[in-house]
C-alpha cells in the first residue's frame, strides 16, 4: 500500500472513431487497439477502476485488471454531436466548442464543466493511501492533468493523450503533483 495516493489514468485503447476524427458513441476498442492491448502492461495497482463505456471496459480487461466501474471518468458528453464526424459538425458550433471552454453548442457537457467534474472525482481520491489504476478517456485525463496543475481551461486542447498512454498523479499535502518518467 503506497502511504500517499498514486493515481496513474490509462487511456483506452484505439477506437474506429479517433481512426475517423469522429465524436464517439459507446464504441468497442477497434482491431488496431487490440493490437496495441497486446504489448501494453498495466502498473502495479491496489485499486483498479474503469469509466462506465464499452471501449475503457475493454481496455482494463485486456490489461488485466479487475475495474470497478466509477461513472465520474465516463467520457465528454457531446451531445448531438455523438457518432459525427468533424466534417458533419457545423464550423461555426466547432470554432466556438474550441475556442471557448464554458460552451456547449452541441448540447452536451462544456469542456469546463468536465474539468470540475474530474476535479471532484480527483477530490474524492486524496485520502486514498493506495496505487488506483483508472481506466478512462484522454478527455478525461487531460481534465485531470489540468487540475492537478492548476492550469486554466483554455490550455485543454495544449495536452495530447495518445491511446494506453499512462499519467502519473500523486497527492500530497492536499493537492495532485503530475509526476513524469
Known sequence: MALVPRLFLISHASTEAQRV?????DEPVSDRGRR???RATAPVTDRALTAPELRTIETAAALGL???VEPLLRDL????????TMEEVPESGLAVWLGDPESAPHGGESIHDLI???GTWLTSL????E???AVTHA???RAATLCALGAPASAFWRVDVRPLAVTRLDGRDGRWNLRLG
Request: no cysteine.
Open 116 to 118: 470540475v467534474r474530474a
Open 66 to 68: 479487475s475495474a470497478a
Open 21 to 25: 476524427v469522429a465524436f464517439p458513441s
Open 139 to 141: 478527455a478525461v485525463v
Open 131 to 133: 496505487r488506483i489504476v
Open 36 to 38: 496495441e492491448l497486446t
Open 77 to 84: 458528453d457531446f451531445g448531438r454531436w455523438t457518432g459525427r
Open 126 to 129: 486524496m485520502d486514498s493511501p
